[in-house]
């Protein structure tokens, strides 16, 4: 099994900003993709920004030039830095990571971590 923890969330004012961390445990070989999804009251949960193994990385656009996203092989841990926060900003933000868990297979197992809140005020 793997787990995911996540922290870093909380309470900001607009123009502050706040950093996300995310760090995976368990049965893993590799991980590939890490990523960050959010997810407002009554909406769908939306990509915010992935990272692959490379350091690749993908944002959405309402985040561009505000958010980024990093990662620590060494520690199975993503991070999500978040400046500029605006109060459309504000949701629950799920980490999730595609793993790898031992040499021999080559399938890839998504997670999800349990989420952790983000609310910006205006």
């Known amino acids: 099994q793997v787990q995911l923890v996540e922290s870093g969330g909380g309470l900001v004012q607009a123009g502050g900003s706040l950093k996300l961390s995310c760090a995976a445990s368990?049965?893993?070989?590799?991980?590939?993709?890490m990523g960050w999804y959010r997810q407002a009251p009554g909406k769908q949960r939306e990509l915010v920004a992935t990272i692959r193994s490379g350091g690749i990385t993908n944002y959405a656009d309402s985040v561009k030039g505000r958010f980024a996203i990093s990662r620590d092989n060494a520690k199975n841990t993503v991070y999500l830095q978040m400046n500029s926060l605006k109060p459309e900003d504000t949701g629950v933000y799920y980490c999730?990571?595609?793993?790898?868990?031992?040499?021999?297979?080559?399938?890839?197992?998504?997670?999800w971590g349990q989420g952790t809140q983000v609310t910006v005020s205006s």
């Open positions: 368990g049965s893993i070989f590799s991980i590939n993709v």
């Open positions: 999730q990571v595609y793993v790898r868990r031992n040499a021999i297979t080559t399938i890839q197992e998504a997670y």
